[in-house]
């Protein structure tokens, strides 16, 4: 009797040990794939040039220059002469990585958005015939008030700059506090199965089941993603701003989508890995039985 309810316990232990197991290694594969994409420039980077948003970025720059600086509307001929979408994409890449390392924890200080080197590339498009010292207070004429220099922090609140560092600070440390439970789970489930073979038939069913959750997660994901207000008003947003529909779609499907196919992949190759340490691992052969007379 008492033997059946210990058998009984270990069930309950291991099954219980297999759906942890599971939780934790998905949240690895969550870990791993969101430090490369989402708390990371590139994806966002390589997303903007894919689409060509520099080039809706540098009309929107005249768009703005035209209605919210009094004077600048005489600066838009030389401004587009000053703002070409290679120094545009080099300067808002730079501060995107700068933005990034800081949220990363990587760097103190929050990214500068300087303004004075724009100012001295419109002083350079000017008729060089003017005098230098004329063509700075036109300039300054043109873009008062805008400042040489601005913070994040101008702009933002400083809670929330230092919230998302402290949340990009924990996402990063999630593969690690994960793999480490992992760890521990699978050594806790060797010891209770006190035979390898077992315990690595576990184990690949573990990551079978991880790898279709990903998966999973993966689809309600881009499900979920259609019906997030909080994407909707960005859209929004972007789309008062007089940006074409069709780009601001274009630009949220690819970045969705530079978040799910790692997701899907790394799924696949979960439970392919799964099925082969299941397939390989030899199973132990019964002991033959006595022969009897």
């Known amino acids: ?38 708390l990371g420039p590139r994806l966002l980077i390589e997303t903007l040039k894919r689409h060509e948003a520099y080039a809706q970025i540098r009309q929107l720059i005249f768009k703005l220059v035209k209605g919210s600086l009094p004077n600048g509307r005489d600066s838009i001929p030389y401004l587009e002469k000053a703002i ?14 700068n933005y990034y390392a800081f949220a990363r924890g990587e760097r103190k200080d929050t990214p500068i958005i ?77 010891l209770l199965l006190l035979d390898w073979r077992q315990s690595m038939l576990w184990f690949g069913a573990a990551i079978i089941t991880a790898g279709a959750l990903l998966i999973l997660m993966g689809i309600a994901a881009v499900w979920a ?37 790692p997701m899907n992949i790394i799924g696949t190759l979960s439970i392919l890995t799964g099925g082969m340490l299941i397939y390989f691992v030899p199973i132990a052969e019964e002991p033959p039985k006595p022969v009897t007379e």
Not at 84 to 97: A, D, F, H, T
Not at 232 to 252: G, T
Request: charged share 20%.
């Open 1 to 38: 009797m008492i033997r059946n309810i210990l058998k009984f316990l270990k069930i309950i232990i291991l099954a219980t040990l297999i759906v942890l197991l599971c939780v934790d290694i998905v949240g690895v594969y969550l870990g791993l794939i969101l430090g490369k994409t989402v």
């Open 84 to 97: 070409s979408e290679s120094w545009l994409e080099q300067e808002i890449n730079m501060l995107l990585k």
């Open 114 to 190: 300087f303004f004075s080197g724009l100012k001295r590339r419109v002083v350079d498009a000017l008729d060089g015939d003017q005098p230098h010292g004329n063509r700075i207070r036109l300039v300054k004429f043109w873009f008062d008030p805008l400042p040489d220099e601005v913070r994040l922090e101008d702009f933002m609140s400083v809670d929330l700059l230092w919230g998302i560092r402290g949340a990009f600070d924990l996402m990063l440390r999630i593969p690690w506090i994960m793999g480490g439970i992992a760890l521990f789970i699978i050594l806790i489930m060797h």
């Open 225 to 261: 993603a259609g019906h997030m207000s909080i994407l909707a008003n960005m859209k929004d947003r972007l789309l008062s701003l007089d940006i074409p529909k069709a780009n601001v779609v274009n630009f949220f499907n690819s970045f969705l989508n530079g978040i799910i196919n």
